[in-house]
């Protein structure tokens, strides 16, 4: 589920770097990359920092799952680097840093991060997001000869986070990755991972992604994509009404070509087997309780005008319906349970024969 930002980037991809000359990985190719010429396309969709915190407790809590958590350890400890080595994770479409937020404290020791997104207001907000998160101690990153960055677009300032079991160094850089995707430096990292992001694409670009992590043999750790369902507890008579029109404006343009929706994770995973990476999936749910606090409550709120939103741009003549649904599900509110459907997706290259 997302909330959209009236706010849009035309920003084109610069050049992005990823020191390489210590690189636990010891791949071969340029670290520099050259910036992009092309006209600028239109902007992905964008959210706002309100949306991104008002889910963020409920994105943590989804992925804290046992079955899930035990998957994850064993797999990053496959995917990780030399014993002594930095971690270099890639973050895409990062918004405020809920991915870093949740993954680098279970990544531990030193890290290295160039967290991207096209909203450079976005990238801005990390200081007072990492703040209110109360992870560790933040600062400027300074000099560091690991990672570097190049222009246009300037990016913000590099940032420095210490907190028990972890140190990492944190690049941001503005980048439309509708079309920048291929200019990331995939050979310098050990990791690329997202949050709520696979959902929001089109197959070509699933398509470039793993063709982009089989060429690289890069890990891949995609969290929580929205796998189409929908349980609300007490049920209404228009539930499915909602879901099925809700569905069909997932499928719109979100900035990436037409997107894929729920079947998103399905057709990354199939390309991903198909070039031999080996890959996992496990559910990342939401599980949304009105009667447990407020917390709950205003996201179920948000996500039912959300929903009765959308639905109402793809079919106008449904609104007197839809606008009776809204009404009553925000009547229940405090007496109502909301399960939403998620999928994790962690793959790694083949072994080496």
Known sequence: MTQRSDRRSDRRPGSVKLGAADNAKARAGPSTLPTATQ???PAPEGFSAGWLQLREAFDHRARAGDAGLRALAGLLRAAGPAAGEPWRVIDLACGTGSNLRWLAPRLGGP????VVDHDPALLAHWPQAMASAGLGALRPGGSNPALARSQPPTPPPALHLSAPGLDARIVRQPLDLARGLDALPWQAAHLVTASALLDLVSADWLDRLAHAAGSSRTALLMALSVDGRHRWTPADPFDDSVARLFARHQHRDKGFGPALGAQATHHL?????????????WRSDWQLDGGRDAADRRLMAAMIDGMAGAAQEVDASARPALQAWQGRRQALLGASRLRVGHLDLMALPPERG
């Open 39 to 41: 006209p600028p396309a």
């Open 111 to 114: 890290q290295q991060w160039l």
């Open 269 to 281: 995973r199939v390309r991903l087997r198909a070039a031999g990476h080996r890959v996992w999936t």
